[in-house]
């Protein structure tokens, strides 16, 4: 990979991981349905009309938009403002891995490799010990609205997989302005109009700010970058740059937001991208034998 796509790909995991603490920043003024969904109507209004019709199957686009946006993205963030912190949603969500590798087993009938057996074994030790130690100390709850997250973002991987858009941006576009309105419905149903209403009367710059960075910069700039990147480069190239994400989120929420790092969330957190990592490992290339 070229020294400039690899600061490219350093730059947008760095910034989907610091995404986490500022989803933070605008959980403290909005609802967070309300606020799932003015992110996606932020993301999708200025860009429609630059991206086009989307080259997949309409059924493709509304299966992503409930696995990934409203289901996962919904769940992250009533997880978030539950309590869970910043860093460690951003850990804990990439268990996605696991689940996307169990779905596609099932779904795609792809048979996982002992590597990646190995790999979530190791991944699903610390995420046993992240709930153990979290736990103690804060609502389980909230760590398991952000699992429910994660297992949604593995069937909207699957979905991914069936669809195969090939213009991510245009497709996460489509998805975006898919998620909007459902969002929306289940704000005004669990969350209240009153509630929205106040939010959006009393909304700060802060705020404001948080909702365009996790609309524009997060959505629009990183799915577009990661995009070119995966187009440019095999996967097995570019996946395990993914990885920073947790690795950023953790560090900017103690930066950023003074959160705890144990070392028991320390140890969990590097047997979690062990075991991520050893996901990505790419399958041997074959050696052909001469027949004499």
């Known amino acids: 990979m070229k020294p400039g796509h690899a600061a490219l790909a350093v730059l947008t995991t760095t910034i989907w991981g610091v995404n986490f603490v500022v989803i933070k920043v605008g959980l403290d003024e909005f609802p967070p349905l309300l606020f799932s969904s003015l992110r996606f109507l932020a993301a999708a209004v200025p860009a429609l009309w630059l991206v086009g019709k989307p080259r997949v199957a309409w059924k493709w686009i509304a299966a992503v938009a409930a696995t990934l946006g409203v289901a996962k993205f919904g769940l992250l963030f009533l997880g978030m403002s539950e309590g869970m912190p910043a860093g460690l949603s951003s850990l804990v969500l990439q268990s996605q891995v696991i689940f996307t590798i169990a779905f596609a087993t099932v779904l795609l009938k792809e048979r996982p490799r002992p590597v990646q057996l ?38 909207s991987n699957v979905a991914t997989r069936y669809a195969k858009p090939p213009d991510a941006l245009s497709f996460i576009v489509w998805v975006s302005a898919f998620a909007t309105l459902p969002l929306l419905l289940l704000s005004v149903i669990f969350e209240g109009p009153s509630a929205i209403i106040t939010a959006l009367g009393n909304a700060s710059w802060a705020g404001v700010t948080s909702l365009l960075f ?39 929420g103690w930066l950023f937001l003074d ?9 969990a957190a590097a047997l979690v991208i062990a075991g991520m990592a050893a996901t990505t490992i790419p399958r041997p290339a074959r050696v052909l034998t001469p027949v004499p």
Do not use: C, K, Q
């Open 214 to 252: 996790v609309a524009w910069v997060s959505t629009l700039f990183g799915f577009g970058v990661w995009g070119f990147l995966l187009r440019e480069h095999n996967a097995s190239t570019v996946v395990p740059f993914a990885l920073l994400v947790p690795v950023a989120g953790m560090f900017s």
């Open 259 to 267: 959160e705890n790092l144990s070392p028991v969330r320390l140890g």
């Open 118 to 155: 190995v790999g979530i074994a190791i991944a699903a030790t610390g995420i046993v010990l992240i709930a153990l130690d979290y736990g103690l100390t804060s609502p389980i709850s909230a760590l398991l609205l952000v699992v429910l997250g994660a297992i949604a973002w593995g069937l």
